[in-house]
């Protein structure tokens, strides 16, 4: 590493004084086929700048580490049962509407009376839920699973006992 750092330090140095040209607003800057590193230190005054071609210098930079994007299939899953209760909970809350229930939640009450509003509150529930519990796997998926698994969990139990009610059982 302590050997390549020069050499990183070069070829950056080369990068920047290669590409620096005076450019108008309606030009279009090119990236040079080949670099002319200048030398930096009196030492190498004398020394003939080595050039080299893109292909060298796309070889010398670091390589990016790619990491895996996509969910695992436990938090996938978890994620597409947590939008399956926000729908089975729309469905069965409205299902219990047409059975004359009443909304026992104060808060959503009013969002309750809309039904478009209503639909897209429960969506943004589930966005919601489903973004914050991918930002905590990427700290503690342990945590995201059992926030999730509880989540679900609670919204079953509501989604029951909507159709309980929707059917006129108590």
Do not use: C
């Amino acid at each position: 590493m302590s050997r390549s750092l020069p050499a990183v330090v070069a070829l950056t140095l080369g990068l920047v004084v290669g590409s620096a040209s005076n450019a108008n607003a309606q030009e279009m800057a090119s990236w040079p086929g080949t670099i002319a590193i200048a030398p930096t230190t009196p030492a190498f005054a004398g020394a003939p700048a080595p050039v080299l071609s893109a292909e060298q210098i796309q070889r010398a930079l670091p390589q990016p580490i790619f990491r895996r994007n996509r969910p695992s299939t436990l938090m996938t899953s978890l994620y597409a049962s947590t939008a399956v209760m926000q729908a089975l909970d729309v469905h069965s809350t409205l299902s219990a509407f047409g059975a004359g229930a009443t909304e026992a939640n104060p808060l959503m009450q009013g969002v309750t009376k809309n039904r478009a509003m209503f639909m897209a509150v429960k969506a943004g529930v589930a966005a919601s839920t489903i973004l914050a519990a991918k930002q905590l796997s990427k700290r503690n998926k342990v945590a995201a699973v059992v926030t999730l698994v509880a989540i679900n969990s609670a919204y079953a139990m509501v989604v029951s006992h909507n159709y309980k009610v929707a059917r006129g059982v108590k």
